[in-house]
């Protein structure tokens, strides 16, 4: 399907915003430019290295009106000019961020204690002295706290900025050199971990999976987090059903996943879903998003020992802190990021000419094979089985439009979602 037309792509400007088009869609009354798509794919011995570059001209186009605006981006576009934001500045090594924050929740831990301890040792008149003290201060000891939340909030305001594709302003702290320094640590322990297990190009299971990773790598070509990496595929052959995509384009999926998904078009979906976490820059934002309110809830933690009356109490505190900390903040903020995964995840299998229809029928499928997983969504990280059948259900209008203006064949007539819910096909 993407044969002699994948190959183009157009970008326009619409209302001074860029769109980037697919070829089919180019009407014929506009006078565009377009150049060949320059198509290397690479390859080595042991794995498939995909690296497609393309050279797109650019041509700036008038004003276009419909069937333009059905493509057009679904997420609102904030201004973002009343953020300051700013470059990310050199920032200490992750390594030695993690090592400071260790030790200073160690510290928070014994100097609360401590004071706790000092406080109770206290003679009466003493602790009345300072408690006079504190309460003739209290306004100044008010303007300190105000005036470090103040900072936090600098800091904070100070490193927002806008995903791509669904204009969501977020916190990234992280710049793109820590974020590789990372990946490439967790990259290393992965191929340690499945050592012996990754199988070679020629087995027939990679070959799927290289076939349906290049149809979505060629369909969105326009996306410079796509086009500009050099991904790289590992089957591993583990009874997991999962696949998992890290920022370095390292495609890792295990074998177990063909338990999971009845034909291409739903490996498709998953893998479109991975893919966009790396589109959306999900781990920078992740990791700023947690490391920032840890670093604020030391504080917090510092309070708890120094306030409550023992330990054993600071200790059952501090266990309720960290469960609150999970289940208010940081639960529904990895919910929220699988959820626009998934919305970016079917845009991306949609420029693809994927059956978007089967993603619902996927995430069907793997509500009725795997109900034990089908857990509370407020106790999980991830929205519920159900609940990402019904949302992707509910956008899929949507990204049949996206479809059809990719110049995309026609839907087959069957629609799956009125099939009984198949069994998983491929391999297994
Ligand atoms: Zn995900």
Redesign the pocket.
């Known amino acids: 399907m993407l044969r002699g037309r994948g190959l183009f792509l157009l970008r326009t400007f619409v209302g001074g915003k860029e769109l980037t088009l697919c070829r089919k869609n180019v009407p014929t009354g506009l006078n565009t430019h377009l150049s060949k798509l320059d198509r290397n794919v690479h390859f080595n011995s042991n794995q498939q290295i995909l690296h497609i570059s393309q050279k797109v001209q650019l041509k700036r186009f008038p004003q276009v009106q419909q069937p333009w605006l059905a493509v057009k981006r679904t997420f609102p576009e904030k201004n973002l000019k009343e953020f300051h934001t700013s470059g990310r500045r050199d920032a200490p090594p992750f390594l030695v961020l993690m090592i400071f924050k260790s030790f200073a929740k160690v510290s928070a831990v014994i100097s609360g204690r401590a004071f706790r301890q000092w406080w109770k040792s206290l003679p009466k008149h003493k602790s009345q002295y300072f408690g006079n003290y504190v309460r003739r201060n209290i306004w100044k000891i008010v303007a300190g706290v105000a005036g470090v939340c103040g900072l936090c909030g600098v800091f904070y305001s100070a490193h927002l900025e806008q995903t791509p594709i669904t204009n969501r302003t977020r916190f990234l702290a992280l710049n793109n050199k820590q974020l590789a320094d990372i990946i490439e640590v967790e990259c290393e322990q992965h191929l340690k971990e499945f050592e012996g297990l990754i199988l070679p190009p020629s087995h027939p299971l990679y070959e799927v999976v290289s076939r349906v990773t290049m149809r979505l790598l060629k369909g969105n070509q326009d996306l410079h987090q796509i086009r500009d990496r050099t991904w790289t595929i590992h089957l591993v052959n583990k009874d997991v059903k999962n696949a998992f995509v890290l920022p370095n384009g390292h495609i890792f999926v295990f074998t177990g996943i063909f338990k999971a998904v009845s034909n291409e078009q739903q490996l498709g979906i998953v893998l479109a879903?991975?893919i966009s976490?790396v589109v959306l820059n999900h781990s920078a934002e992740q990791i700023s998003f947690f490391e920032f309110i840890d670093f604020l809830l030391i504080i917090v933690l510092g309070a708890i020992w120094a306030i409550l009356p023992n330990d054993g109490l600071a200790i059952v505190a501090t266990w309720f802190k960290n469960k609150v900390v999970e289940l208010l903040l940081k639960m529904p903020y990895s919910r929220l990021?699988?959820t626009e995964?998934d919305e970016v995840g079917l845009q991306i299998a949609a420029k693809a000419c994927l059956d978007v229809r089967e993603s619902q029928v996927f995430w069907e499928s793997m509500s009725h094979n795997s109900p034990d997983t089908e857990e509370v969504a407020f106790l999980s990280t991830?929205p519920s089985h159900l609940q990402r059948a019904k949302h992707l259900g509910d956008l899929i209008p949507q990204a049949i439009r996206v479809r059809e203006y990719c110049g995309c064949a026609p839907l087959p007539i069957r629609d799956p979602r009125n099939v009984d819910i198949a069994k998983p096909a491929i391999g297994g």
């Open positions: 879903h991975e976490h990021l699988e995964a991830h």
